[in-house]
């Protein structure tokens, strides 16, 4: 029972030895997450610039510039960032220092500590959340308005009402003559 474990061991120690050579370990196997999103562990450390076109978790530190156009970054509990930010959406639940420009939406979840401005469509703060800094909302861009077809000019009608040409006739020292009523009015009166 025992020693037919060992034996598997020993033939799986033996075929890794064979692929890769006598003394050479397995080559470690790195797998995109699943879900889409690039994560930065506990441990992780960067300084310097993070440019991506997927979702980003940051759990870890960073300090520099994080340019994510398209896609969103979260930043964990344990996350502490010391950069500018630029991307769709931002998510904080761990402490930032630096100034956050999104397109679409900005969430201070109630863990966050964030320090510096933030320029976006949408804010949301959660109670308990720490904030110091300004907010600039901006409205979304308007779409381009569709060209119409040229419609005929339309001849321009002046109307002038009567009280109007009245007063005109009396600062100029005249007298105008009103219209009559219409019928309906004039029964009445």
Do not use: C
């Amino acid at each position: 029972m025992w020693k037919r474990k060992e034996e598997e061991e020993a033939e799986a120690a033996a075929r890794a030895q064979s692929s890769f050579g006598p003394g050479r370990p397995e080559s470690p196997r790195m797998t995109a997450p699943v879900s889409g999103t690039a994560h930065i562990g506990r441990s992780v450390a960067i300084k310097g610039e993070l440019s991506g076109s997927e979702d980003l978790y940051i759990d870890g530190h960073v300090e520099g510039n994080i340019e994510l156009p398209g896609s969103n970054l979260m930043v964990g509990p344990n996350g502490r960032v010391r950069a500018g930010i630029r991307a769709r959406g931002v998510i904080i639940e761990g402490k930032v220092d630096g100034d956050i420009e999104a397109t679409e939406r900005v969430e201070l979840r109630k863990t966050a500590v964030l320090m510096g401005s933030i320029v976006t469509q949408r804010v949301s703060i959660e109670d308990g959340a720490y904030f110091k800094g300004g907010v600039d909302v901006k409205r979304q861009a308007a779409p381009a308005p569709q060209q119409q077809p040229a419609a005929l000019p339309r001849p321009e009608v002046k109307r002038e009402s009567a009280p109007v040409a009245a007063s005109a006739a009396a600062q100029a020292g005249g007298t105008v003559a009103l219209p009559k009523p219409p019928l309906a009015e004039q029964k009445k009166s």
